[in-house]
């Protein structure tokens, strides 16, 4: 008996860091920011969520890791009309 426990606990202590958060990642952040343009008014914004196809608006470049970088994308785009 003590055999089977000692190897439980064995087992359980390498396996306990695999059960971790990732690390780098905030729980409930966002992935990544689009930028995405109104093809009616032709006016651009960061969202969260990357635009479904065939939609009133289209994807402005690629996907931004942080809302800072899709900003920084946002004021040197040259087709939005902010």
């Known amino acids: ?3 089977i426990l000692l190897a439980t606990v064995t087992l ?3 396996a306990a860091p695999s059960f971790a958060a990732e690390s780098g990642k905030t729980v409930g952040a966002a ?9 009616g008014t032709m006016k651009c914004q960061i969202v ?5 196809a065939g939609g009133t608006t289209k994807l402005i470049g690629t996907a931004h890791p ?9 004021k040197a785009d040259k087709a ?3």
């Open 66 to 74: 942080t809302k800072a970088a899709a900003e920084t994308a946002l």
């Open 12 to 14: 359980l202590a390498f």
């Open 31 to 39: 992935s990544s920011f689009y930028l995405v343009q109104d093809t």
């Open 48 to 52: 969260e969520t990357q635009p479904a």
């Open 1 to 3: 008996m003590k055999k």
């Open 80 to 82: 939005c009309t902010n």
